[in-house]
């Protein structure tokens, strides 16, 4: 529930909730995630090298991207939707998000490309992006029982990564074969149309339907916000949000100009398209084991490990950047430094995506998790905005560098994490025996 307290549920999401379905359900939402993600971010990177776009003039979209992490500010407006609305359950709202980006597609294959139409129903789509994030992330909170305990964010975040791989892989075969961008967009946007048909008549998302409770606050105007100034007054506080802010900087980097670097050392669009099918493995990988560290090892060692073997992987992709195409510095290392990135890339999305939810305390997740969420992201966006002028006017090498080093403040802040704020470790030891 995105409202009230975890504890606080009906006996019918209890049922549910002992079994492992609500997993495959929240793969599944995660996959249709992964597709708009890739298709309102990475193909419209591709689609602008194609038109002979430069990484610095990219950085407008990178501009607006930072819409994606402002969702914090209309989250709460689902709270009290889906309390007060004539549509009492996730799964409503879920497909409103999906049908506007849906419409977003369509718009988007029928204008000119990079139009101020074009531009204003990017925004739109960007909104409605974060607000389907918003939501099926809120939804883990009582997807599962408390025995499956870190299987929910690896479910959702494995999905998110199938589906860009789909994505991308797909989209540039048949950009590779002929097919132009607007016809792709169109493609997808048919597909996404019967993913909507799909979670809204299939009994694998009931547990979306559950009605949510009046907030605790609704009497007070703006009450829902009561939650954050609450979060706020704990001990520690703005080291949380320090630390949320620069974690991912090392991707805020290196993902906005991925592709336009790997295809610019030479690789083609079909030796991309097997790399991304490789990395998205590395992907799940990194995140399996990083969910085992979180539950056996704890947060403190997961999170330190994150930031130390993803910064490996970014100081191996510097060296590519720096000796790709001579003769003694072969391909098949530029493309094991990728897949090595990518790996390290899992653990530390799956680290940081849990630590959002061991932040959360007391009731109005939906709020608290949208804020965390936009905490991780704003730097990482902020940083994207510059990536693309970095690159052009200082080289690869220079960019990859800078990324490789950007892990090592939220590494120093990593003891005062647990020493002098709220947040207490956790390991499935600690959970209690007879949790169900």
Request: with cysteine; net charge positive.
């Amino acid at each position: 529930m995105l409202f009230i307290k975890r504890p606080q549920r009906d006996s019918n999401t209890s049922e549910k909730n002992n079994h492992w379905w609500p997993l495959l359900a929240l793969f599944l939402l995660g996959l249709i995630g992964g597709i708009i993600y890739d298709t309102g971010d990475v193909l419209i990177r591709l689609w602008s090298r194609d038109m002979g776009v430069l990484p610095k003039q990219l950085d407008w979209l990178n501009g607006i991207e930072i819409l994606h992490p402002l969702k914090f500010l209309w989250a709460p407006l689902f709270s009290v939707a889906l309390a007060f609305g004539p549509w009492a359950g996730r799964r409503a709202w879920i497909l409103v998000a999906l049908g506007v980006f849906v419409c977003s597609i369509l718009g988007l294959s029928a204008i000119p490309f990079f139009g101020l139409t074009f531009l204003a129903i990017l925004v739109i789509m960007t909104m409605a992006r974060a607000s389907y994030d918003a939501l099926i992330i809120a939804s883990q909170m009582d997807a599962v029982s408390k025995s499956l305990w870190g299987w929910s964010e690896n479910s959702c975040v494995t999905g998110y990564r199938v589906g860009i791989m789909l994505t991308s892989n797909l989209a540039l075969r048949a950009s590779f074969l002929g097919m132009s961008w607007p016809m792709i967009y169109l493609c997808i946007g048919i597909i996404l149309m019967a993913s909507i048909l799909f979670i809204g008549y299939s009994p694998l998302f009931g547990f979306l339907n559950t009605a949510q409770s009046a907030p605790e606050t609704s009497s007070k105007k703006f009450g829902f916000w009561s939650s954050i100034q609450d979060w706020l007054g704990l001990r520690g506080s703005m080291i949380v949000i320090l630390f949320l802010i620069i974690y991912r900087l090392q991707d805020g980097w290196i993902d906005p100009q991925r592709e336009y670097f790997l295809l610019d050392t030479g690789l083609t669009k079909i030796s991309l398209a097997y790399l991304k099918t490789c990395g998205l493995f590395g992907t799940i990988a990194g995140g399996v084991a990083a969910g085992a560290c979180i539950r056996y090892l704890g947060y403190r060692r997961a999170l330190t490990l994150g930031l130390i073997v993803h910064g490996c992987a970014g100081g191996l992709l510097y060296l590519s950047s720096l000796y790709s195409g001579l003769p003694w510095w072969p391909e098949s290392l530029l493309k094991m430094a990728y897949f090595l990135e990518q790996t390290t890339k899992g653990w530390s999305t799956i680290t940081i995506f849990s630590f959002q939810l061991l932040c959360c305390q007391g009731g109005n997740i939906m709020t608290q998790l949208a804020l965390f969420s936009a905490l991780s992201d704003l730097g990482m966006k902020i940083i994207s905005a510059r990536s693309g002028w970095l690159a052009q006017e200082f080289g690869w090498s220079t960019l990859m560098g800078v990324a490789a080093l950007s892990g090592l403040p939220a590494l120093s802040l990593i003891p005062y994490l647990f020493s002098r704020t709220f947040i207490a470790e956790k390991t499935a030891a600690s959970l209690p025996k007879n949790t169900p």
